[in-house]
């Protein structure tokens, strides 16, 4: 027992006590620092400070982000997750431009930024973000009008160096050298994720038609986007080839929150075509009218419906035409199912013709589409009568269904309940 007693964290090797402080937060690690010398050298190990999320930590101020950029940031950096102080008491600038640049210089593997909560009204324009992000998220922040333009790049390289501030000089010096090459533009950010930022408007997305390496763009909650504005950035062939978000790849679009937009349809932008979109995903009070518009995106391969009520009528009349489609998946989706009137006895013929229009409904479907109203009827009454209903598959008749229509689509169901409605 003795022996047991003697025994302290010294007599661990380095490397098992890192992995030991790597289950500590940020503010736990700072206070590890000041136990002795060896701790603190651990804890500026760059093992320790490749994920930083300061969220957690509601006393952030811009001076502990100088204090923690100077002392323990560095090159291990990857990920860096910061909350703002919008929606505290406080106030004050929390991101400022000299943070930015110096937080570019000292950590130049920066891939993902994620802000919640963030005043980003007093910096210009997004050109002072670290070159090296990829993955752009915000969450809850306001913008300023022209945040993410960008000036236009001149032919020649004496004009653009006059036109930039001195850092674009610096960093267009090291493109010539060939270290850091970036895309014309300026913006290497490959994933933008808005979520309930209700600033970003028609302007913001038409700014982002001159980011040549955006792939992926997420919407959540972004009220003023309106279908005019996503028609103008569809990308789209023109004098030049493919104008607009010509690299975009996956697009989601959902609504929500705040029940005073019951209205919001800008989902309908997605009739312009969309060329090159290849994933798909609506949720909220943007799948009914993002529906109607997916039977134009002929290079649509995957589309994902989420957060929603839908009838196997609306989804059987909007995929029947996608027949590129390899996978369409439902999450947190609620299917409604119509129950017919329980007094259908005196009509025998009635009755049974729905029964046999349940069991023909499969058959005809494989050679006639344009009775998509007989069959989702017949197959609502077929789902009567299987009242235990598997939650994998919450309604077969819209597998079969969509088995004859899209015969390489695979279907996947995530948390999805039935709501049948009496009429």
């Known amino acids: ?30 206070r590890a620092g000041r136990v002795c010398k060896r701790w603190k050298r651990l804890v500026k190990d760059q093992r320790l400070w490749r994920t930083v999320d300061l969220t957690a930590w509601k006393g952030v101020t811009s001076r502990i982000l ?10 291990g950096l990857r990920c860096l997750r910061l909350r ?23 950590c130049p593997r920066l ?8 005043d980003l009204r007093c910096l210009p324009n997004c050109q002072i973000l670290p070159p090296s992000l990829q ?20 032919a020649h390289p004496q004009e653009s160096a006059e036109a930039t501030s001195s ?91 705040r029940q005073g937009y019951q209205l919001q349809m800008a989902s309908l932008g997605l009739g312009a075509g969309w060329l090159g979109l290849e994933e798909l995903s609506l949720g909220g009070k943007e799948v009914g009218p993002g529906l109607l518009c997916a039977s134009r995106l002929k290079d649509l391969k995957h589309l994902c419906l989420w957060n929603c009520t839908l009838s196997e009528l609306q989804i059987v009349r909007s ?43 499969e058959g005809e479907g494989e050679g006639e589409e344009e009775q998509d109203n007989e069959e989702a009827a017949s197959a609502d009454s077929s789902n009567e009568e299987n009242k235990t209903l598997d939650m994998n598959d919450p309604i077969p008749s819209l597998r079969r269904s969509l ?20 009429d």
Request: charged content about 20%.
């Open 1 to 30: 027992m003795d022996e047991f007693k003697a025994c302290n964290l010294d007599y661990f090797p380095e490397n098992i006590l890192i992995d030991v402080l790597s289950y500590l937060s940020v503010r736990e690690l700072v």
């Open 66 to 75: 100088w204090v923690l950029l100077r002392q323990y940031l560095g090159c």
């Open 84 to 106: 703002g102080l919008l929606l505290s008491a406080r106030g004050g600038t929390f991101l400022s431009e000299s943070w930015l640049k110096a937080l570019a210089t000292k």
């Open 111 to 118: 891939s993902k930024l994620y802000l919640l909560h963030a």
């Open 135 to 154: 993955v752009l998220e915000l969450r809850g922040c306001e913008l300023p009008r022209v945040f993410f333009s960008q000036p236009t790049s001149p």
């Open 167 to 257: 850092v674009g000089a610096q960093q267009q010096g090291k493109d010539r050298k060939g270290k850091v090459l970036n895309s014309p533009s300026g913006v290497g950010i490959e994933r933008l994720v808005l979520n309930n930022v209700p600033s970003f408007t028609d302007q913001h997305l038409q700014s982002l038609t001159s980011w040549e390496r955006l792939s992926r763009l997420e919407l959540r909650d972004t009220f003023r986007v309106t279908a005019n504005g996503l028609r103008s950035c569809a990308a789209k062939d023109g004098l030049c080839g493919v104008v607009g978000l010509s690299r975009l790849k996956f697009l989601e679009i959902g609504i929500t929150g």
């Open 319 to 361: 995929c029947r035409m996608l027949r590129g489609l390899r996978q369409l998946e439902f999450l947190e989706v609620i299917f409604q199912i119509r129950q017919s009137p329980p007094v259908v006895e005196e009509e025998e013929g009635g009755g049974g013709g729905g029964g046999d229009d349940g069991g023909g409904g």
């Open 403 to 422: 088995a004859v229509r899209l015969p390489s689509c695979s279907l996947l169901f995530t948390n999805c309940s039935v709501q049948i409605n009496t």
